[in-house]
């Protein structure tokens, strides 16, 4: 009973609020920004600044905090998505699941389509495309926009930032047509 | 929320003292993104194709709670538990060509991998090994940009 209720996913309702608490947390705390892609950066002037005035700055003194929030999302993923795992299949909308089913997506179980994140497909033109070439304009992108989905999307608009409504109208619309464009050329 | 014990030497101790809290914090948010069903492909393709509005709710009741916690945490003057006056440094709008070109070029790899970078990290832990090669392509693609920022419109 206990057991079934933990593994039971959460609804937007529970999830939300959550979030928007974690960004409050996160200034009560240290009066730091929530914003995953900051990351990225910290990561490159850590492992390898260049000659690049970009990463060349203080990262144990900005970023640390945030490396060991980050390292906390792995483990939090971890405990939510293989301790805590749902048995069911997301329940997307049957419109959702039509709209997949007609671009080849027909695997609606585990997190991710098995028709396309495995090592497997990893090794073809298609698998680099999306998961080499997604995670690269990922980077890219958040790091040129200054945020992500939580640096813009919940931590700037929560703070009502005119930059963060520009960003978060761009990725909506770019990952909107992304998803209506391209994705049916890659997927088999 | 403490009192501000803000000299310079001793504001190194509080830094540290608080990693374990943000790690848990983290934890937290990988929690809520994994048991919230954020990191699922299937429910950002169910937003980004508009057959749903999951995602949206999620957006709009985490800024329901964000924005006035933010309002009121500002106007108050509230101390964080390192000390400082908790204050949001605004972004810098500019011409805002960044935040047009950034946030396309994101959008467009968020299409493509159906995931954000949060999600991203948590699908590593979440046992999704193919991840951690986003992940990395991820660190690249900063890595350009900063390498070619100095030569971008912003």
């Known amino acids: 009973m206990i057991g079934e209720l933990l593994h039971r996913p959460w609804p937007w309702y529970v999830t939300g609020p959550l979030l928007g608490l974690v960004a409050v ?31 060349k700055y203080d990262w144990r003194q900005s970023g640390l905090w945030n490396l060991v929030f980050l390292a906390g999302v792995v483990v939090g993923g971890f405990v939510g998505g293989v301790l805590l795992r749902s048995p069911h299949p ?21 997190l991710v389509p098995r028709e396309i994140f495995t090592w497997h497909v990893l090794l073809s033109v298609r698998g680099v495309l999306m998961v080499v070439g997604g995670g690269f304009l990922i980077g890219f992108g958040t790091a040129y926009a200054g945020g992500c ?9 929560a703070d009502l930032q005119l930059p963060s409504v520009l960003a978060v109208v761009s990725f909506f ?8 464009l391209l994705l049916p050329l890659l997927i088999p | ?15 540290e003292r608080l990693l374990p809290a943000y790690l848990f914090g983290g934890v937290l948010f990988g929690i809520v993104l994994t048991k919230g069903e954020l990191v ?24 329901a ?31 805002g060509v960044r935040y047009v070109y950034g946030g396309l070029l994101f959008g467009l790899g968020w299409a493509l991998v159906g995931a954000c970078p949060g999600p991203l990290f948590a699908l590593v832990g979440a046992g999704v090994g193919v991840m951690a090669v986003a992940c990395l392509a991820a660190v690249a693609g900063t890595w350009v940009y900063g390498y070619l920022r100095p030569r971008l419109p912003h």
């Not at chain 1, 997301?90 to 179980?109: C, M, P, R």
């Not at chain 2, 999951?54 to 800024?63: G, M």
Request: proline content about 5%; charged content about 10%; glycine content about 10%.
């Open chain 2, 65 to 95: 709670v964000a924005a006035p916690a933010f309002a009121w945490l500002k106007r108050h003057r509230v101390r964080s538990v390192a000390g400082e006056v908790i204050a949001i440094q605004p972004k810098a709008l500019g011409r």
């Open chain 1, 149 to 157: 989905t939580s640096g813009h999307g919940i931590f700037g608009l």
């Open chain 1, 90 to 110: 997301v329940a997307i909308t049957s419109q959702a699941q039509a709209s997949l089913a007609a671009i080849g997506i027909h695997d609606f179980s585990g």
């Open chain 1, 25 to 55: 947390g996160l200034l009560l705390l240290g009066n730091k920004p929530f914003g995953i892609s900051s990351n990225l950066r910290h990561l490159c002037a850590a492992c390898l600044p260049g000659d690049v005035a970009y990463f």
């Open chain 1, 173 to 180: 619309a770019a990952g909107a047509a992304g998803s209506f």
């Open chain 2, 1 to 15: 929320m403490t009192t501000a014990t803000a000299t310079t030497p001793a504001l190194a101790r509080p830094r």
């Open chain 2, 40 to 63: 699922s492909w299937f429910r950002i393709q169910e937003a980004l194709r508009f057959k749903g509005p999951y995602l949206y709710a999620v957006f709009a009741s985490a800024l």
